[in-house]
């Protein structure tokens, strides 16, 4: 089991107190690495406003609209094609020591609804740190300013982690475990 398997695999709450620590380690990692370097000569606020608010935005935006349409998409594909095949129910029975006909429809799509729930917190993180960057963004504090680069920061983990569980899906699916 490989380090992104092992990680999936933990409860979801475990995953998001993960995901939160590690977005404020690396946000607080960046801002003092870069404030010992010296390069913010006219403040942290500065160096925000002109060179990162502007590209949080329409990034942020575009992904946040992408994957609102991916997220049908891949949650009715993964269902039909995973979850309601033969294979993939023969295999969940046998491990969970049951016949095929005593399983519980909510308990064999408990993974999918876990990589909804990411899909969908990762939709509403990216529209909110596109809207953060001009609400919260505009006024001039180095902490503030700091806040909208953890939310994305934040949301950028939660979209890696939500690909992970649907790379881990889509393997399971070609039957490649």
């Known amino acids: 089991m490989n380090l992104a398997e092992r990680f999936t695999s933990t409860s ?4 998001l107190t993960w995901l939160v620590l590690t977005s404020l380690t690396i946000t607080l990692v960046i801002f003092f690495s870069f404030k010992k370097l010296g390069i913010f000569d006219n403040g942290f606020y500065d ?3 002109k060179n990162l608010r502007g590209y949080f935005f329409s990034g942020f935006i575009s992904v946040g609209s992408f994957l609102l349409s991916l997220h049908t998409f891949v949650i009715v594909n993964l269902k039909d094609k995973l979850f ?14 049951i016949k095929v006909g005593e399983i519980n429809e909510k308990d064999i799509l408990k993974p999918l609804d876990r990589l909804s729930c990411f ?4 939709i509403w993180l990216s529209i909110s740190t596109a809207i ?3 609400t919260l963004g505009l006024a001039p504090y180095t902490l503030i300013s700091i806040s909208c680069i953890w939310l994305g920061l934040l949301t950028i983990l939660f979209m890696l ?5 649907i790379r881990l899906n889509i ?3 070609l039957h490649q475990n």
């Open 84 to 97: 309601s095949s033969d294979h993939y129910r023969e295999r969940y029975a046998k491990s969970r020591q």
């Open 171 to 173: 393997k399971d699916m």
């Open 132 to 134: 953060a960057q001009f």
């Open 119 to 122: 899909i969908n917190i990762s």
């Open 12 to 15: 979801f709450k475990n995953q």
């Open 161 to 165: 982690n939500s690909l992970v569980l």
């Open 47 to 49: 160096f925000y406003a």
